[in-house]
């Protein structure tokens, strides 16, 4: 069973910064596509990046050039740096794990993914 936890999330003013981790144990992790989510309240959990297990990226129209994603294979841990925050950016952040071992197949939906964190809370005051 995979266990994914994310940490980093805070309160920042907008046009602020900060770095989300989403740490996995318990399966494994170099051969998995990763993406990240995120939920305002009210609204329905949207993409917002993955990365392949060779590290390409893929990012949502609206954080892109703000958001950088990467991965340590090594440490089994995915890092989202989140510059040029807006109000807009507040939301739970939520990692999860794609289904597939080496496939990245619909990585913007929310059913292409198995395993899921419990969220990170990022605030955008303006």
């Known amino acids: 069973q995979v266990h994914l936890v994310e940490s980093g999330g805070g309160l920042v003013q907008a046009g602020g910064s900060l770095r989300l981790s989403c740490a996995s144990s318990?399966?494994?992790?170099?051969?998995?596509?990763m993406g990240w989510f995120r939920q305002a309240p009210g609204q329905e959990r949207e993409f917002v990046a993955a990365?392949?297990?060779?590290?390409?990226?893929y990012y949502a129209d609206s954080v892109k050039g703000r958001f950088t994603l990467s991965r340590d294979n090594a440490k089994n841990t995915v890092y989202l740096q989140m510059n040029s925050l807006k109000p807009e950016d507040t939301a739970v952040y939520y990692c999860?794990?794609?289904?597939?071992?080496?496939?990245?197949?619909?990585?913007?939906?929310?059913?292409?993914?198995?395993?899921w964190g419990q969220g990170s809370q990022v605030t955008v005051s303006s």
């Open positions: 318990g399966g494994t992790f170099s051969g998995y596509l």
């Open positions: 999860a794990r794609h289904t597939s071992y080496l496939r990245s197949i619909n990585y913007t939906s929310r059913d292409s993914y198995d395993d």
């Open positions: 990365i392949s297990w060779s590290s390409n990226t």
